[in-house]
């Protein structure tokens, strides 16, 4: 069964780089039916997307976070990992990896709480 | 850019049926997927391609798209069903989820 877990920093300083990175289980990353995702969520708030990226390494990314964002990919560890530069207090959020296949996001690690101190 | 509205919130009675609307500019032309989270959790889809289930989601779970108005019906609505609910469509290769609807069984 697949399993998708994220790691890294729960707590980064303003203005630096966040970087997380989901490590994944029970399927290949270098599928090619699939896509690998981020999306996250603010406390109390709804969920963002923030980027997609395929095994090859094509990326989609949020409009809106665009300048900020790199998410790449390492199939030689099966996993793969989301940069956000110049991080600010509204970069607080939940951050979710994500399976995406065909439309829809059919599973999800179990999300990692980063927050960004002044 | 793509927007999707929902509901902030919706009641239901148990037992009764709760729709849960999701509104774009061309919805309708597009795939819909829905989400449900429960607190601490993270989401679950429970609809894609507008109203496909997943393996292990109950029947009582259905959908609808057409024109800019997808729709999410829990039929005979559990106390399990209590959660928040979010819409999700694709545009030009960008994800945009809806603000989420919280359903509230009574």
């Known amino acids: 069964q697949l399993q998708l877990q994220e790691s890294g920093p729960g707590l980064v300083k303003a203005s630096e780089t966040l970087s997380l990175s989901c490590s994944v289980s029970?399927?290949?990353?270098?599928?090619?039916?699939?896509?690998w995702g981020w999306i996250r969520q603010p406390p109390g708030k709804g969920l963002e997307w923030i980027g997609n990226?395929?095994?090859?390494?094509?990326?989609y990314y949020n409009p809106s976070l665009k300048s900020r964002v790199t998410v790449y990919v390492d199939t030689s560890k099966n996993q793969f990992t989301l940069s956000l530069s110049s991080v600010t207090a509204a970069d607080t959020a939940v951050y979710y990896c994500?399976?995406?296949?065909?439309?829809?996001?059919?599973?999800w690690g179990p999300g990692t709480l980063v927050t960004v101190s002044p | 850019s793509f927007e999707l509205t929902q509901s902030p919130s919706v009641s239901v009675s148990p037992g009764q049926t709760a729709s849960i609307t999701c509104s774009g500019d061309e919805l309708g032309d597009k795939y819909t997927s829905w989400y449900q989270q429960k607190p601490g959790q993270s989401p679950v889809v429970v609809l894609y391609q507008d109203k496909k289930r997943p393996s292990g989601i109950p029947e009582r779970f259905s959908g609808s798209n057409s024109g800019n108005t997808a729709t999410l019906t829990i039929s005979g609505t559990q106390a399990m069903d209590e959660a928040d609910y979010y819409c999700?469509?694709?545009?030009?290769?960008?994800?945009?989820f809806g603000g989420g609807t919280k359903v509230t069984v009574l």
């Open positions: 990226i395929y095994y090859k390494g094509i990326t």
């Open positions: 029970g399927g290949a990353i270098s599928s090619r039916i699939y896509h």
């Open positions: 999700q469509a694709w545009d030009n290769n960008t994800a945009v």
């Open positions: 994500a399976r995406r296949q065909v439309s829809w996001f059919d599973s």
